[in-house]
C-alpha cells in the first residue's frame, strides 16, 4: 500500500502533503457550482468531481490530492449529514500525527 | 365584719393566674365551710382531712396537709373558720380541682361565722388530663411546687373563660406554653402548639382480625415545621370535622408524641401525634399569623445530588402536559391513572414528573405555567424523576416569590431556552445512579471482581465473538410478569408450576452465553430476553426457535450477523457455589450499541493521558 497512504488532516497540515492524497473531515461552508469551501480547522478549497452532492452546512469527508495552491482536487466525496462531532475528527488527525509511527508509513 | 378580710375572687384567680393571684393576694382569706376525715383505713398516721373553703363567690375543695392535722385536733380548725392560706398548691385530682393547703393561719378573732356570701363550685367542664399525682404521705407536697402543674391549670382555665379573654397581650391564651412544632418532642410533657392544618386525610377504616378501626390524620404547620397527627377510633368522632383544611387551631396536651412511622408521612419530622380523649383543640380566633403552606425548594439543578427515594419539594415551570394513561400495577393488579409532566426551571435542567389519581385525572394547568409541587419523592429513572406522593400537593401559580420568579425568566428567556435533563449525564445505556465503572476484561479478572461474598457491578466495552447456539433460549410462562421455565412433560401442553397453568404454547426467552472480548482479556457473560433481544438485533426468541424449524441455515446466519459486534455492557459479578466448586458468573443486567461520539471521546483523552 506504499505510495497510497492518505493520511487524515486538518487545513494546517496541507502544506506538509502537496502533491500527495489526503482525507480531510469537514464542514460545508459553501457550495459554488464545481467549488466548495469547507472547514476543518482552517478554509479549504475543494475542487469538486462530477458526482460529489454536496450540502451546505452537512460534513463531508473528501479524499483528494494537495494542490501547489493548498486546493484540494477530491477523487471521492462521503456526505455525514448533521451531528458530526468536529472536535473528535480534528483530535484524529491530530493523535495521528503525533503517533506517526503507526499511522504512516513513509 | 369577716367578710370584709374575705378575699373574693381569689380562689377563681388562683387557677386561672398564679402569677397574678402571688402578686396581688399573697395570703388569700378564705372560710372553711366543711371539714371531713378521710377514712380508707389507714393508721392513725394516714389521717387526712378535706375541706371545703370559700372566699365568698366560689368554694373549692382542698386537702390539708397533714403536718397541719393537729389544727383540726385542737379545735383551732372549725367549720366556719376564717383562716390565711399561707401556702398552697392548686392541682387537679380525677377530674376536679383542688388546693392542697400546705400551711394555714387560723384566724379565731374571727370566730366561725355560718357561710358567708353565696360561694358555686368552680367550674371544671373540660375534662383535666390525668394526673400521677398520689394524695397521701405527709411531706409530699412539701416539695417545690410543680411549676408544670400550675401552668396546666392556668391554660385549661383560660379556655374555660369563654372568648375574647383577657390573659396576655395579642390575644395569644396561651403565651407563657405556646411550642413550636420544631421544639415538641417526647420528652415534653405539656404544650400548647398553634398550627394550621394542611392537609386532612380522609377518614381511612382497617379490618384486621385482631379488631377494627379508623382513622384520619392531619398536617400541621406553624412558622417553626411541620408535624402530622394522627386520630384514632373515638378521636375520629371528636376531631374529624372540628378539624377544617386551612384553618389555625390551638393544640395541647395531653396529647402523645411518638416516634414518625416514616413511610406513612412525607414531612421531615422526626416526631408525630396522636390524639388523645382528653386532648385539647380549639380554633383560633387569629387564623393569620400562621403561614399558610411552607415549601422547601430544591431546584432541578440540584436535585441530581438528591438521593433517590428522598423526598423534596420543586417549583417550576410546565413546559410539556401529556395525556392521561391507566397503567395495571403489577403486584396488585389495580389500576392506576398517571399523567407525565416535564417541569423545567431556571438552572436550565428538566425533570419529568409524574403524578396520579385524581390530581392526574382533574389536572388542568396549562403548559408555561408555574407550578409547586410539595411531597415528590426523587427516582432514578432516565437519570433522575419526580413522582408525587399521595401525601403531597400540587399548587398552580401559588403566590409566593418563587413562582413570580420564575415566571419573570419563563416570561423573558426561559421560553426559548433548551434544557439539560439529567439524562444526559450518562453515556447510553448506563443507569444514573450507579457508578458509571468502566473496566477492562483483564482489570476485572485481576481485581477479582465479583469473588468473595459481594456482588460488583462493572461496565464493560467488549466484542462479540462468539454465541453458544446450543440451549441459547428455554420455553417459558406465557403468563405476563411469570417467567417460569414451563416443561412439556406430559406431551399435552406446557405446564407453568408458579402459576398453576399449562399454556399450548410457551413464550421462549433468550438465556445465551456470549463470548467477549477486549483488547486485554476474554470472558463469557450470560445474558437474558431483554439484553438477548438487542444482540440479535431486535428478534425475540420466537421467532428464533420458528426459524429454527423451518430453515435451519437462517438461525446459524442469524448468530453470523450479530457476533463481531462491539456493545457496551453493564455486567453484575457473583460468585455462585455448586457444591465444593465456586464460580464467578458474570450475568449481563443491560447492553447497549456504542455511542461513537462519547466513546471517541473517551479514546481521546486516554491517549492525551498518555503523551503527557
Known amino acids: ?106 | 365584719m369577716a367578710a370584709e378580710r374575705l378575699t373574693p375572687g381569689v380562689i377563681e384567680s388562683l387557677f386561672t393566674d398564679p402569677d397574678r393571684t402571688a402578686r396581688e393576694f399573697p395570703v388569700p382569706v378564705v372560710q372553711c365551710l366543711q371539714i371531713k376525715p378521710l377514712g380508707a383505713g389507714a393508721g392513725a398516721g394516714n389521717e387526712r382531712y378535706r375541706l371545703v373553703l370559700s372566699d365568698m363567690r366560689h368554694y373549692v375543695q382542698c386537702m390539708l396537709a397533714t403536718q397541719k392535722n393537729n389544727l383540726i385536733h385542737e379545735g383551732i380548725l372549725q367549720r366556719g373558720s376564717i383562716l390565711k392560706m399561707k401556702e398552697y398548691q392548686a392541682q387537679y385530682v380525677k377530674g376536679k380541682s383542688i388546693l392542697i393547703v400546705l400551711d394555714i393561719e387560723v384566724m379565731p378573732e374571727l370566730g366561725q361565722p355560718d357561710k358567708i356570701g353565696e360561694p358555686k363550685g368552680i367550674e371544671m367542664p373540660t375534662a383535666p388530663p390525668q394526673q400521677n399525682t398520689t394524695i397521701g404521705g405527709a411531706g409530699f407536697y412539701g416539695a417545690k411546687s410543680e411549676p408544670t402543674q400550675e401552668t396546666k391549670t392556668q391554660v385549661q382555665r383560660q379556655i374555660n373563660r369563654g372568648n375574647g379573654g383577657g390573659g396576655g397581650g395579642a390575644g395569644d391564651r396561651h403565651a407563657g406554653t405556646l411550642y413550636p412544632i420544631e421544639a415538641l418532642s417526647m420528652y415534653s410533657h405539656k404544650w400548647t402548639i398553634k398550627a394550621r392544618v394542611t392537609q386532612k386525610s380522609d377518614i381511612k377504616t382497617w379490618h384486621k382480625q385482631s379488631g377494627e378501626g379508623k382513622l384520619f390524620s392531619v398536617n400541621l404547620l406553624d412558622e417553626s415545621g411541620e408535624i402530622r397527627a394522627t386520630g384514632f377510633n373515638e378521636q375520629v368522632d371528636q376531631f374529624y370535622e372540628m378539624l377544617q383544611e386551612g384553618n389555625v387551631y390551638y393544640i395541647s396536651t395531653p396529647c402523645k408524641v411518638q416516634l414518625a412511622k416514616k413511610q406513612f408521612t412525607n414531612l421531615p419530622n422526626d416526631y408525630e401525634l396522636t390524639f388523645d380523649r382528653e386532648t385539647l383543640i380549639e380554633k383560633a380566633e387569629d387564623q393569620s399569623s400562621v403561614p399558610q403552606v411552607r415549601y422547601n425548594f430544591c431546584n432541578i439543578q440540584e436535585l441530581n445530588d438528591v438521593e433517590k427515594d428522598a423526598t423534596v419539594d420543586v417549583i417550576g415551570v410546565l413546559k410539556d402536559v401529556e395525556e392521561v394513561t391507566q397503567i395495571v400495577s403489577k403486584s396488585t393488579q389495580k389500576p392506576y391513572d398517571k399523567r407525565e409532566l416535564t417541569l423545567v426551571d431556571d438552572t436550565g435542567y428538566s425533570v419529568r414528573v409524574t403524578v396520579w389519581g385524581k390530581v392526574a385525572t382533574s389536572f388542568d394547568a396549562a403548559p408555561d405555567t408555574v407550578v409547586a409541587f410539595k411531597g415528590t419523592k426523587v427516582g432514578d429513572f432516565g437519570g433522575r424523576s419526580l413522582s408525587l406522593l399521595s401525601s403531597g400537593t400540587m399548587t398552580v401559580d401559588p403566590d409566593i416569590p418563587e413562582a413570580h420568579r420564575l415566571k419573570g425568566w419563563y416570561d423573558s428567556s426561559g421560553r426559548n431556552d433548551s434544557f439539560a435533563t439529567h439524562s444526559n449525564l450518562a453515556s447510553a445505556g448506563a443507569v444514573t445512579g450507579r457508578k458509571e465503572d468502566l473496566k477492562t476484561i483483564s482489570q476485572v479478572k485481576e481485581e477479582g471482581l465479583g469473588m468473595g461474598d459481594q456482588t460488583d457491578y462493572f461496565t464493560v466495552k467488549a466484542t462479540i465473538v462468539h454465541i453458544k447456539q446450543e440451549n441459547f433460549c428455554y420455553p417459558a410462562c406465557l403468563n405476563q410478569g411469570c417467567n417460569k421455565k414451563v416443561t412439556n412433560d406430559m406431551g399435552d401442553g406446557w405446564r407453568c408450576e408458579k402459576c398453576n397453568q399449562t399454556h399450548p404454547r410457551p413464550e421462549y426467552r433468550y438465556v445465551m452465553s456470549l463470548s467477549v472480548n477486549d483488547h486485554t482479556g476474554q470472558m463469557w457473560l450470560s445474558c437474558f430476553d431483554d439484553t438477548g433481544r438487542v444482540i440479535m438485533g431486535g428478534k425475540t426468541a420466537d421467532q428464533l426457535m420458528e426459524l429454527k424449524e423451518n430453515d435451519e441455515q437462517a438461525v446459524v446466519a442469524e448468530f453470523e450477523e450479530a457476533n463481531c459486534r462491539k456493545l457496551t455492557f453493564r455486567v453484575r459479578a457473583k460468585t455462585d457455589t455448586f457444591g465444593d466448586q465456586s464460580r464467578i458468573r458474570y450475568s449481563v443486567l443491560s447492553a447497549a450499541p456504542l455511542d461513537y461520539k462519547s466513546e471517541g471521546h473517551k479514546l481521546a483523552d486516554l491517549i492525551k493521558q498518555m503523551s503527557v
Not at chain 1, 469527508?61 to 501547489?68: A, D, F, L, R, S
Not at chain 1, 451531528?83 to 508509513?105: P, W
Request: proline residues 2%.
Open chain 1, 1 to 106: 500500500m506504499e505510495g497510497a497512504a492518505t493520511p487524515r488532516v486538518t487545513a494546517s497540515y496541507l502544506s506538509s502533503y502537496i502533491g500527495k492524497n489526503v482525507i480531510v473531515v469537514g464542514k460545508v461552508i459553501q457550495l459554488r457550482g464545481d467549488e466548495a469551501t469547507l472547514d476543518a480547522e482552517g478554509s479549504i478549497n475543494a475542487h469538486l468531481n462530477r458526482d460529489a452532492h454536496l450540502a451546505v452546512g452537512n460534513g463531508v469527508q473528501v479524499i483528494g490530492k494537495v494542490n501547489p495552491d493548498l486546493s484540494i482536487k477530491v477523487l471521492t466525496s462521503l456526505d455525514l449529514g448533521q451531528g458530526v462531532d468536529y472536535n473528535l475528527a480534528n483530535t484524529v488527525a491530530e493523535i495521528a500525527h503525533q503517533q506517526r509511527s503507526i499511522f504512516f508509513y513513509d
